[in-house]
């Protein structure tokens, strides 16, 4: 399984910007679709996740007022809205898949190679 994230980019603070991810396989309701985030020098964080049968969503606190996880079954594809975007937002983001929610990215199984989200001040 392959996961391609793309939509990242150069950016001034307070933009938006819309991050995507296809896998390379069919997205099933099983499924927990996630965004990590790696900021350089520092460890990948947990950005948010869907649950693809439910589409229950869940988000680390300090983001869920900015940024906003969906998914398109149509098109097998999830999103990552980022709205406000701040340079403390610099960051590699990274799409990932698991079968069992988790904050964690050990406990997912297949990952994508990431795009950089740079945001000027």
């Known amino acids: 399984v392959q996961l391609q994230a793309s939509g990242g980019g150069l950016v001034q603070a307070g933009d938006s910007l819309r991050l995507s991810c296809a896998p390379s396989?069919?997205?099933?309701?099983?499924?927990?679709m996630a965004w990590f985030r790696q900021a350089p020098g520092k460890e990948r964080e947990f950005v948010a996740a869907?649950?693809?049968?439910?589409?229950?969503?869940y988000y680390t606190d300090s983001l869920k007022a900015r940024f906003t996880i969906s998914g398109d079954k149509a098109k097998n594809t999830m999103y990552l809205q980022m709205n406000s975007l701040d340079p403390e937002d610099t960051a590699i983001y990274y799409c990932?898949?698991?079968?069992?929610?988790?904050?964690?990215?050990?406990?997912?199984?297949?990952w994508g190679q990431g795009t950089l989200v740079t945001v000027s001040s």
């Open positions: 990932a898949r698991t079968t069992s929610y988790s904050t964690w990215p050990k406990d997912y199984d297949y």
């Open positions: 396989t069919r997205i099933f309701s099983s499924h927990i």
């Open positions: 869907i649950r693809w049968g439910t589409g229950r969503t």
